[in-house]
């Protein structure tokens, strides 16, 4: 019998060490750990521990994440190996070339590359900094769920704003007459 070409991880401890191997390729599965996100994540890695992939099922529709660098036959064996068990309709991060690993059981619909920005340590400001002449950016609390969620509905409908976000206390925000005009904020801390 053939060994199979991934294993289910279950030790965040384990993920978090193969996952920090690349850490700018693999930040949304690192966030996923956060005990906000993992009850809701499946994480499995490939036979020879190069590969690594999520389904993350708190989305609608589910999303897989299958990245690295570049895509190698041991990722796309970890793809095809999980195609008959996933979802029916799930969004996917894909390693570059990958899409076609999909395509058996799935109409493949592409929306383009993916950007993932990092902020190099040195070019970080100090908390609180904001540029002279700036509007007032004020933290956005979960008591304003409502007021953000007609943000995000009016402004970027298909967002993958989820209201508990909020908890994080890492959402800033513009106001201008009582309607907010800009939110940002992070998934996870």
């Not at 053939?2 to 949304?28: F, K, N, Q, W």
């Not at 956060?34 to 999520?54: E, N, P, Q, R, V």
């Not at 979960?142 to 943000?151: M, Q, Y």
């Amino acid at each position: 019998m053939a060994e199979l070409p991934l294993a289910r991880l279950l030790d965040r401890s384990l993920i978090g060490a193969r996952l920090r191997t690349d850490p700018l390729v693999h930040l949304y599965e690192l966030a996923d750990l956060d005990d906000f996100f993992f009850a809701d994540c499946t994480y499995w890695i490939s036979s020879d521990g190069g590969s690594i992939a999520l389904l993350y099922r708190a989305s609608n529709p589910p999303t897989l994440l299958a990245l690295a660098r570049r895509s190698s036959p041991e990722l796309e064996a970890m793809v095809r190996a999980l195609t008959p068990s996933l979802p029916v309709e799930l969004y996917a991060h894909l390693a570059p070339g990958l899409s076609h690993a999909l395509e058996d059981l799935f109409v493949v619909e592409p929306h383009g590359m993916h950007a993932k920005l990092a902020l190099p340590p040195a070019r970080r400001a100090a908390p609180g900094w904001l540029p002279a002449g700036s509007a007032a950016c004020e933290r956005i609390s979960p008591a304003d769920v409502e007021s953000v969620c007609a943000f995000f509905r009016d402004s970027y409908p298909g967002s993958w704003f989820a209201p508990r976000m909020l908890e994080t206390r890492a959402y800033f925000g513009i106001r201008e007459a009582s309607r907010w005009i800009a939110v940002a904020g992070v998934h996870a801390l």
